[in-house]
């Protein structure tokens, strides 16, 4: 056997290792949606008691977009509210236009002023994190007594009330991430005693890894260490994910968004899986 052929060999080995590898994936997946079914049904007498509801946060006009489209796929399975939560840094004509929109928003830039990162935290790194710790104050809806945060570049594919189906009082359930928990979807119970909790250990030095590191998520899973509840990936199934079959949501994490203009060449295999195609994320938007 030459050489050429050798390494045909190699990397067809590789490939089928992989499908192996995708369809043992699909299988585990499968069973997960099947057991969060399962224990939504079980649930679903508690849950009928409570008030629930979906909440996210846009701090810039390039997300209100991804905010319409999520909106709009969580409404084709669910009629719970969905509250909209926003700054002063989003321009005007996008709050007026979500809000013509039937968008319940809410003004949260009082609350996010009251957020004091550690002092050792660099300047630049400080203007980036303090967008994402605007998240916190989701625990200050305490109108609710359970609610599903999710990041606004998400879409969900399947009915969100299975997000709730592991929920227990007095934790957080959100999807596991390396080396931290991934606070694009948490299901929690707000409450605005814990927002000000937040507000005190968020000064504390001991939960920073880096002058840049992982923005809210690194604190909120320091904060909440051993008092949250781990949701399976179809959950939260980030871009590396997308071929997930029985996926509940669609994460299109990384800087790179499907309402782009232009995509670069090598998101074409993310378009095999049907996940990055304009006509996938405009569905969503009419």
Known sequence: MNK???????????????????QLFQIKSSLEYKKLRSNLHRKSDELSSKKLGFITV?????????????????RRFSDLPFILLHTDSLPEEDVTFLELEGYNCRNISKEVSRIKLPKQIGKIARGRMVETFAKLTIWTQDNFDILTYLDSDIILNKDPMLLMAKYTKGKVAAVKGRPLFNSGVM???PDRSEFDAMLIKIKDRTWTRSNIGYGDQEFLSWYWKGRWIRLDRICNCITTFHFVNDRIVTHFTGPIKPWNKKLPWFYSIFEFFGTMKPSLWNMYLR
């Open 4 to 22: 050429i052929a050798k390494i045909v060999v190699v990397i067809a080995l590789i490939l089928l290792l992989v499908l192996a590898l995708v």
């Open 58 to 74: 846009v701090t810039t006009h390039s997300y209100t977009i991804g905010a319409v489209a999520l909106i709009h796929s969580c």
């Open 187 to 189: 299901v929690f119970k």
